[in-house]
Each structure stands twice: as C-alpha cells, then as structure tokens.
C-alpha cells in the first residue's frame, strides 16, 4: 500500500524534535541561498545560460569529452574511460597497485559512491580514508550521505561526539563542534601525511583546457593532491563544459545555490600532476549516462551540477530525510536519477512529490525536476510498479467521470460518508486516507450549489 | 576501448542539437569600486586585511600579523623572516605545523572575495598545510566578478591555480560554522605596493 519513501519517513517523523530541526535548518539554507539570488540582478539571465550551455554540451558530448581527454592528455595526464561501475573500480584498483598504495586519502564524490569504490577497494586491502568532515564522520560511523552536500546533516553534534570519543578517544562529553572540528582536523592531517595516493572528484570538467576543477570549502581536496606523491581524478561524463567562460557561469551559480555563500572557499583547477610527483590519472565515467542522453523525456537531468538546492527546498525531503529515499542520492534529483538507473527498483521514490516544483525553481541548471516526476509517475503502469489499488479506484472514477447520470447520483449521495465511522472509511483500502483526514461532503454536490445560486440572482 | 564506445552512444543517442549560447551579453554586477568592494568582501569571508604602516617592510606587516609565529614558509622575494623554502623541501610533510605560509596573489574579486593564487612554488602544500595564510596582493588589482576573472587568469608551466576566498571552513558538525577544518585557519590579505 505505501510507497518505500512513505514507510520510512514514518519512522523519521518519530523523532519530532530532531525532524523540526531538520526542515528548519534546510529552509535556512534556502533562505540563504534566495538571499544570494536576490543579490545578483543577472541571477535568472545566468540560469538560463547555465541550461543553455549544459543543453548545448550534452547534445555534443562527443566532441567535448574527446576533446576534453584530449587536452588532458596533452598536459601529461594519464585520461581513463569507464564504461560502468565494475570497469571504473577496477581501473582505480589497477593504478593503486601498480603504484603500490596502501593508504587512500580522497575528497567528497558522489561518483564514487555511486560506484560503491570504497567497499571495492577495502575488500582489496586498501585503507581508503574520506577527508571532508562530513564524509569522514558517516564513514566512521558506518553510514552513507543522507544529503549530497551535507552528508551527516542526519547526525547532531552529540551523536559525533559520542562517535569521536569512541574512534578519536577525544574528552568524553565534550561536545563542542570546534573542538570536534579541530580533533578531527589533527587526525586527518596524519592521514594526508601518512597516504601514498590521494583522490578527487571533479566539479567541472574544461574542455578547452584538460582541466579538472573542484570546489570545497574546507581545502580538503586540495591537501588529498599536495602531500600524496599521486593524484587520480573521477568525473561522471556529464560534468565536462566548454570552457573558462562557462565555467565562469557555473562557478557564479554552484556555491550561492547549495549553501547560499557567494563561493566556495578553494575553488582549484587541476592541469597536471606537481613536479615530483607521479602522473596524474583522470578517469572520465560513464555508467549509464551516455544511454540516458536517448531518454527524450528525461535527459535533461543530466544538466545538474549537483548543488543540492532541490533538496534543500523541498518540503518532502525537508519532512522525511535522506534516508527515506531507496537510491542513494535523495530529493528531487535523487527520484529522476533513481528512476534512469533502474525504475523496477526505485519506483518506491517517486511518491515523495508534492509536485509544487519548487525544486525546479530554484535548480541552477533549470533542471525541470517535477515535473520529470509527473511524467515517470504516469509511466509507472508500464514498469509494473503502479499501486493497484489506486489503479483500481482509477478504474472505479473513470466509470463514475464518463457518465454524467452515475456522477450526479454519486455526487448526490455522497454525504452518506459523513455519517460513516472514520475507520471504515480509512479502512486501509483506501490508499489515500493514509496520513490524511477524511473531507467532510456535502449535502449537495457544488454544481447544484452553483443552480441555487444562480436562480437567487 | 571504451573511449570509442562511450563517445559513439554520445552521438548515436542525442535526438537533437543545441546551439551554444552567446555569453558576452550577460549582465553581471559591476561595482564601482571592484578594489575598495574585495576588500570588504575579504573581510566579510573571515579574512584579516593589514596594508603598510608608515616605514614598515613586508617582514613588519607579517610579524605583525602573527606575533608568535616561529615557522614561516615562503619563496615570495622580501619575505626574509621565511625560515622555510617551498621550493627547496624535498617532502610536503615537512610543512606540517608551519605556522605562516606566505604566498603570491595576482589579483581579487569583489563579488565574492576570492583572490587567483597560481602555484609559483616547488609544493603548493604551503598554500594549503600552513597553519595561517598571507597572502599578497597588489594594491588595486581587482574586477568585479567571475566573468572578468576567468578572462583574466593565466597558468604556468606548473599547471595548477585556485581561487582563494578566506580561511578554511565547515559546518558539517550539527551546521556549526567552524573556521579551520582541513587547510589554513586564518587568512590575512596583506595589500603590496
């Protein structure tokens, strides 16, 4: 009867106090980020951009990402192509053995989670350390992101406290987030140290230039590449622009939208390996993405940058969690990417919509989020993942709708419902009682309203 | 080769084509003021600002910045309290717990507060392990926003460059913002002549 999302939201909305905090600080960021919107009178002119220039590359991704690989190459750099998953985690196996690296420092990418690399490689014997704070705490505490740039936003500070006494033997009880942060910093710091290769994502992808560029604001990126003696880069195909003048656009748009900050604070562009150290490894992947580009209902979801904005303004996602969702990624863009990769099995996500779109609102990219949403909805039927129950009342309304005289007298005698017991009507049959309170119907139905009305005057 | 296959589905996939939009005709925030304006905006992302005092060499405007400072690591001409080279450490690790690193800035952006540092040194580590960063930038060299600034950024042979835009930080525990996560925990925009 209820959707996976729904089941689970559930159990998230028994923790009301930590849930308020959780809608709250998530409208807090929106309200950030409309702040820093508001402030650029150019803001909607750089969106539309933005979705030109994504719209403009994805549709010639052949030429950029050849060309892209070929710049790269041209600076020196070591240019991989993986068709999937299985083939990008054993690429970045292979390069790690031939250099013999035991220890694996790396910067936040959702590309490595999608790929499950971690798992993959700690299988092989390889100490695979996540730096960005929040990567670091999940992974301590045997978790996946509950938001693509937040990741432990699901964690309160004592929850990382308790965590950190127990793995970093910090003082017990003390709580404080800066004595956290500064705990975990030093431990980190002997990470970076002590790795033999470090890894990064990729923002954006330069096609003029073979740049890598990546954005963070703690610098972890850039010490997982100054201290290691190898550096190897993953960038999901779609990340690949033009050029500088376009990244100019992206850059302006990516940090106001996640976190409502008019940058990010390291924004590093990546052209070669640095002198000493050995080449450096970029490895472009696919897993999927070249297929979706056929999907002409859906493939614009590929223009996202991943800010994070349709998530930090949803209401669904603000109420339910990252958790809630099946697929990896939550929100907004997590239902349409869930439901390229594989609909029998994510299907469970695309109730969690209230179809205000306001996700597409706000997204960057113009990312037409919701209203992808309504249209995987109406294909569910043909992924067999329709609710049949509600394929049943369907079925029931289209009698009742087609033929005026079986309307008007079901609409006449629907007041009947109102002398009913709440249980009976919310009997568990109904698939849409369920979280709601059941109307109270008239006596007479409104086009009969309307007559009186008419007659009056 | 997955090469081939990839960028052959790229184009056997695509329905249809999409012209590259004009960007010259943007029209970003100017300010008057783009110099005065990063200033303040450097500020703003929780940067120290210090410009010369009356006879006071670049060595002054640094101590003065971090009194206690023992280890210093720069290459920057004039900067002769530098106990440490970034070009002559042979391992990065050396530069951990270096108190001040001294680095080149070519120019700010006002709208955000970024300043381009390109490496002009052997490890760039410096720029990021350093327990406090200066950085120097030219007195007036600034535009208003990214536009200008990606047209104005050159590379050298080193092959790597970032925007700088105030310390390191994070609010990933319980969205407390705290300065300092992985890279320098204070920054100081010190204005050169």
Known sequence: ?457 | MSRESILERCRRNVKEQYPMPVLDDIKALEYDDPWGSFLEMSRSMGCNVLEYGEGESLDDVIRKAYPDAVDICSNVEGVTIANMNPDTLLNPSALNGVDVGVVQGVFGVAENGCVWVPQTMKNKAVCFISENLVILVPKGQAVSNMHQAYKKIAFNDYGYGAFISGPSKTADIAQVLVMGAQAARSVTIVVTE
Request: some cysteine.
């Open chain 1, 1 to 457: 009867m209820s959707t996976s999302h729904t089941k689970a939201a559930e159990e998230f909305l028994k923790k009301e106090t930590y849930a308020r905090w959780h809608d709250n600080t998530f409208w807090g960021v929106r309200i950030k980020r409309d702040k820093m919107a508001h402030g650029l009178p150019e803001w909607e002119q750089l969106r539309e951009k933005a979705s030109e220039i994504k719209r403009h590359t994805l549709t010639h991704l052949d030429h950029y990402a050849a060309k892209f690989a070929d710049n790269a190459e041209k600076n020196g750099v070591v240019v991989h192509w993986a068709e999937d998953a299985a083939e990008f985690n054993s690429i970045v196996y292979d390069i790690l053995k031939s250099h013999d690296v035991k220890k694996l420092v790396k910067s936040k990418s959702m590309l490595t989670e999608e790929c499950d690399m971690n798992p993959y490689l700690e299988e092989r014997g390889i100490d695979v350390v996540e730096t960005d704070l929040g990567e670091r705490i999940i992974q301590l505490n045997h978790q996946k992101p509950s938001h693509i740039v937040m990741p432990a936003i699901h964690l309160d500070h004592h929850d990382v406290g308790a965590l950190f006494e127990k793995v970093l033997q910090t003082e017990k009880d003390n709580h404080d987030p800066t004595y956290l942060t500064y705990m975990a910093r030093l431990s980190l710091r002997n990470e970076f140290l002590t790795a033999q290769a470090g890894m990064t994502g990729a923002n954006f992808g330069i096609a003029e230039t073979g740049d890598i560029v990546v954005c963070t604001n703690e610098g972890n990126a850039d010490m997982s590449t100054s201290c290691p003696p190898l550096h190897i880069a993953a960038i999901g195909l779609e990340k690949i622009i033009p050029d500088y003048d376009s990244l100019a656009v992206f850059h302006r748009l990516l940090a106001r939208s996640a976190t409502g900050q008019p940058t990010t604070v390291f924004t590093s562009h990546f052209r070669k390996a640095r002198p000493g150290a050995d080449k450096m490894h970029i490895i472009i992947v696919d897993n999927g993405r070249s297929e979706w580009l056929a999907d002409e209902k859906h493939w614009e979801t590929l223009k996202c940058m991943r800010c994070g904005a349709c998530m930090n303004t949803c209401p669904v996602y603000r109420l339910s969690g990252g958790y809630s969702y099946s697929y990896f990624i939550p929100g907004p863009l997590g239902i349409n990417l869930g439901m390229l990769r594989d609909p029998q099995k994510y299907s469970g996500n695309v109730s969690a919509c209230t179809l205000c779109l306001s996700c597409q609102n706000v997204c960057p990219a113009k990312v037409n989020l919701g209203d992808q949403i309504y249209k995987w909805r109406q294909q569910l039927d043909s992924f067999g993942t329709a609710n049949k129950e509600k394929k049943m009342i369907c079925k029931a309304m289209k009698m009742v709708l087609d033929s005026p005289s079986v309307y008007n007298a079901a609409t006449s005698s629907l007041s009947i419902v109102n002398h009913l017991s709440e249980g009976l009507v919310n009997c568990g049959l109904n698939p849409w009682a369920y979280g709601h309170k059941t109307m109270k119907f008239p006596k007479k139905p409104f086009h009969k309203l309307i007559d009186g009305l008419e007659k009056e005057d």
